[in-house]
């Protein structure tokens, strides 16, 4: 069983910078999509960057200049890279896996994937200030 612990979240300013990390113990599929998704109070879920075991990656509209999400194997560790921060970008973090397969294209489609069968963190906040 695949345990996820997000940790890097916190208050920064408009602008700035953080990297978020999700530790995946007992990590040891060869076949994977792994990835991130967010949700702040009164507004839906959404999927923000997301990477497989062939290299694919997905991102969400309006991030993909900002954000970089990447995958060490060595660390079991997922990290999603985020810069010039922007309020909006206001959220709890989550981090998810679905270990039976690599991603399917296009983040709406991983996004409904994850829902059903992905193992999921308990979430880091990200506070971005004007």
């Known amino acids: 069983q695949v345990q996820l612990v997000e940790s890097g979240g916190g208050s920064v300013q408009a602008g700035g910078s953080l990297r978020l990390s999700c530790r995946a113990s007992g990590l040891t599929y060869n076949v994977y999509c792994m990835g991130w998704f967010r949700q702040s109070p009164g507004k839906e879920r959404e999927g923000v960057a997301f990477?497989?075991?062939?290299?694919?990656?997905a991102y969400r509209d309006g991030t993909r200049s900002r954000f970089t999400v990447s995958l060490d194997r060595a660390k079991n560790t997922l990290y999603l890279q985020m810069n010039r921060l922007q309020p909006a970008d206001s959220a709890v973090y989550y981090c998810?896996?679905?270990?039976?397969?690599?991603?399917?294209?296009?983040?709406?489609?991983?996004?409904?994937?994850?829902?059903?069968?992905?193992?999921w963190g308990q979430g880091t906040q990200v506070t971005v200030s004007s």
């Open positions: 990477i497989d075991d062939v290299g694919y990656t």
């Open positions: 998810a896996a679905d270990l039976s397969q690599s991603c399917p294209l296009g983040t709406y489609s991983i996004m409904s994937r994850m829902t059903v069968v992905g193992t």
